[in-house]
């Protein structure tokens, strides 16, 4: 199966900066889409990022200009660069991939474990 471990939340002031990074491991053919999501208490899951295989992205409005979303796909990891950080993007952040198995050469679509970031005023 294909895993991906995300790393880099934490608790930061508003302000601040933070660098999520999303690493895809497993028996892999491809990976097309790699992003971002997150989900705070009592609201529904919204994407906040991500990029194509070819390179395009995808910002939810009340990220652009704030959010950077970038891949080495040499590594299959996809990152988050997060500036200018506000209580309201406190939330648990999921690294999400689809792709192609490097196994059947079939599709998948895994989810990470989900990395806590707090954001205080």
């Known amino acids: 199966q294909v895993q991906l471990v995300e790393s880099g939340g934490g608790l930061v002031q508003a302000g601040g900066s933070l660098r999520l990074s999303c690493a895809a491991s497993?028996?892999?053919?491809?990976?097309?889409?790699m992003g971002w999501y997150r989900q705070a208490p009592g609201k529904y899951r919204e994407l906040v990022a991500d990029?194509?295989?070819?390179?395009?992205?995808n910002y939810a409005d009340s990220v652009k200009g704030r959010f950077t979303v970038s891949r080495d796909n040499a590594k299959n990891t996809v990152y988050l660069q997060m500036n200018s950080l506000k209580p309201d993007d406190t939330a648990v952040y999921y690294c999400?991939?689809?792709?192609?198995?490097?196994?059947?050469?079939?599709?998948?679509?895994?989810w990470g474990q989900g990395t806590q970031v707090t954001v205080s005023s």
């Open positions: 990029i194509t295989s070819g390179g395009s992205t």
């Open positions: 497993g028996s892999i053919f491809s990976i097309n889409n």
């Open positions: 999400n991939a689809r792709g192609y198995s490097g196994t059947y050469y079939g599709r998948f679509d895994t």
